[in-house]
């Protein structure tokens, strides 16, 4: 298919009650955001890099729960001009844009997430725990490529639960899934779950929402993208674990804290 006949940057407008759910919820679903077309054009090039970046060859029992829960491949756009297409998608960015209610923002960094078949759960846990910056305006596309159900481990989230900041100290683990359900339960915040998803829906989630996603117990690979937006005006925060002080030489390019984040791997989106 010729490149110029997939264009995925015209607006996409959200309307001002789903702007407000998200806001208040810290996640939303969003239908259709993509259509079949755009999203298997997407979905071959994306299918191909991962293929072809991806360094675990681990078999599932031998790795531990993170390492079961899913393929992670990161910054597939600096690899690959048909996904850089797509994560620098200015439709994307703009819905980013509008549910953040901030004039533009910049890319933290993109991930394609498959989860095999009999992959394990992805425990509960907080997205920006793993991020050295200093702000709360940060929000992560979730776009699953082909369609899926329950079966194949759709994400749940805890309404409400970005307004806490930073709540537990916990990388994704055992621990992380056992200490937040707790969380959630003696908070009593409702969780919110999908039963299905079509190719080229996306859910949307603040960087502090907690949520999970069970294994894949079917017999197909959950394979989903994702990107990860900042406001742009964004500051490095000083490391504040192992992982963020990875993010910050990874996606920072070892940027000094205080600094505003604006680097070659950061551009601006929207």
């Given amino acids: 298919m ?7 940057d015209e607006p996409m ?16 679903l969003i239908r259709s955001v993509l259509n079949k077309a755009e999203v298997n054009y997407y979905r071959e090039a994306i299918v191909k890099a991962v293929s072809v970046y991806n360094t675990e060859k681990r078999k ?12 992670q491949i990161m910054n597939l756009w600096c690899v690959d001009d048909i996904v850089k297409e797509f994560v620098f998608s200015r439709r ?17 960094h993109d991930q394609a997430l498959f989860k095999e078949p009999g992959g394990g759960p992805t425990p509960w846990h907080q997205d920006q725990y793993y991020w050295p910056l200093d702000t709360s305006n940060c929000v992560t596309m979730w776009m699953p490529l082909v369609d899926i159900n329950q079966e ?31 969380y959630i339960h003696e908070k009593k915040m409702s969780v919110q779950k ?27 690979m959950r394979e989903v993208m994702t990107i990860i937006y900042m406001s742009d005006g964004a500051k490095v925060a000083a490391p504040k674990n192992v992982y963020q002080e990875n993010d910050l030489k990874s996606w920072l390019q070892n940027a000094p804290v205080g600094h505003r984040v604006s680097s070659s791997l950061n551009p601006l989106l929207g």
Wanted: proline share 2%.
């Fill in 152 to 182: 194949m481990g759709i994400m749940a989230f805890a309404s409400g639960s970005h307004t806490g900041g930073s709540v537990l100290d916990y990388e994704i683990s055992d621990k992380s899934e056992m200490e937040f359900d707790h």
């Fill in 13 to 28: 407008e959200i309307p001002a009650s789903e702007i407000k759910a998200f806001r208040e919820n810290g996640h939303t």
């Fill in 194 to 220: 999908t039963t299905s998803m079509n190719a080229g829906d996306a859910t949307f989630h603040y960087g502090f929402t907690i949520h999970n996603a069970p294994g894949n117990k079917s017999d197909k």
């Fill in 60 to 71: 599932m029992e031998d790795r531990d729960t993170y390492g079961k829960a899913f393929l």
């Fill in 92 to 108: 994307l960015a703009g819905i980013a844009t509008n549910l953040l209610g901030v004039k533009n923002v910049r890319l933290y």
């Fill in 2 to 8: 010729n490149t110029k006949t997939i264009q995925i």
